[in-house]
């Protein structure tokens, strides 16, 4: 589908950022700020590149995360341990407004590239580390991939049945703190506006999955036990989560309050008489007498197909969904008709790519292709050479 319209600038539009970049986190702030305009020069290792164009090769032959994150840059291949490409790299920052990057803790400072020096050298320079753990502290060195970052700030422990704890689906460590990195660069980029100075911020994967865990942190601290793991239920919610039909599908609902309480019992139910019922009383109540409600509500939904629960649970404005496969999703109605899907150009071939969220309607990102390694090293070095002739 084109889209032809004519539409507003983008924000972000005569801002470059320099991405020292790797994996999830890094790569997942600088596309955003890339959909939005600002250009994106993206530093790789001669031939192999960021590690994570190696991760799968289901997308016509190249990895699922590295399509992903990566739309919207240009790359440029630098060997920092030569001279001359850190040259270059040193020329890139003069001009950049942002550098970004998430290597091994230490490594930009082994190149000669201590943050507050850079700040210094480059007064408007907004410079974002992602780390693992931070910069210091007892787990600075720490290798931090997802999986070890979700166990160490518990999502994997109140994630899962009660028998076996889970990791979540996504890698929602790396992802939690390339949002926090990508709103906080935001955040820089606007005080610069009022200070013309620029900052140094540190971001890490720890510290930005703990700030999600708010409510489980909050429930074990003064709750005195932390959330039971309920699989996909909720550990503080009830009812909340699948409940079987009689055609042995299950249906995901969910009650937030009284006002949808008694709605649920007397339009879903067809039993308005557990709105008075001591043990349903309230939702403490009903978390703590879990399983008897369980029992009747399947009870019943058990002369009910699904449909017919769904079209209940719809007149009785009481929050559902069915549960989708991840390929029912490519071809979700509502991304659909809100005309979400883009196409993307890689290496090898278009892709199709979701519109980011939250951009208004009269402004379309930015759906530039995916490069390949150095892809754009030589028009960089020139547009570098040209500024250097003026």
């Not at 166990?151 to 994630?159: F, N, Q």
């Not at 028998?163 to 460590?173: F, I, T």
Request: contains cysteine; hydrophobic residues 40%; proline residues 7%.
């Amino acid at each position: 589908m084109e889209h032809t319209a004519p539409h507003r600038p983008l924000p972000l539009v005569g801002i470059t950022v320099v991405s020292l970049e790797q994996a999830v986190a890094a790569p997942l702030a600088t596309r955003h700020l890339a959909d939005l305009g600002a250009r994106v020069i993206k530093v790789e290792r001669p031939g192999a590149g960021d590690f994570a164009r190696a991760y799968d090769t289901t997308v016509h032959g190249q990895s699922s995360h590295f399509i992903w994150l990566n739309r919207n840059k240009e790359s440029v291949a630098l060997d920092l341990k030569d001279d001359a490409d850190l040259a270059v790299l040193r020329r890139l920052l003069a001009e950049a407004d942002v550098l970004v990057q998430n290597l091994a803790p230490g490594a930009l400072e082994r190149l000669g590239l201590v943050p507050d020096e850079l700040r210094e050298q480059h007064p408007g320079l907004i410079v974002a580390g992602i780390s693992g753990y931070g910069v210091d502290g007892p787990y600075r060195d720490k290798k931090a991939y997802d999986l070890l970052v979700q166990c160490e700030a518990g999502v994997v422990s109140i994630t899962g049945t009660p028998e076996v704890p889970s990791k979540a689906g996504l890698p929602v460590a790396d992802i939690a703190a390339g949002m926090y990195a990508y709103s906080t660069i935001l955040a820089a980029l606007f005080e610069r506006t009022r200070t013309g100075t620029g900052q140094v911020l540190e971001i890490s994967m720890l510290e930005a999955l703990c700030e999600w865990m708010g409510y489980p942190l909050h429930f074990a601290a003064y709750g005195g036990e932390p959330p039971r793991r309920t699989g996909a239920s909720h550990a503080a919610i009830a009812p909340y989560g699948p409940f079987r039909t009689g055609d042995g599908e299950r249906v995901f609902l969910g009650v937030q309050n009284h006002r949808e309480w008694e709605s649920f019992c007397g339009l879903v139910l067809g039993r308005p008489e557990l709105v008075a019922d001591a043990r349903f009383a309230d939702n403490s109540s009903r978390v703590a007498a879990r399983d008897e409600l369980t029992a009747v509500v399947e009870e019943a939904f058990a002369a009910l197909s699904a449909d017919e629960v769904v079209e209940r649970l719809e007149r009785a404005r009481v929050a559902n969904a069915r549960l989708r496969s991840v390929p029912d999703v490519v071809d979700h109605p509502q991304l659909a008709a809100r005309d979400r899907w883009r196409e993307v150009g890689t290496p090898r071939g278009a892709v199709r790519a979701l519109r980011p969220p939250g951009l208004a309607a009269d402004r379309e990102p930015r759906m530039d292709p995916v490069p390949s390694v150095g892809e754009h090293t030589e028009s960089v070095k020139a547009w570098l050479a040209e500024l250097d002739r003026r």
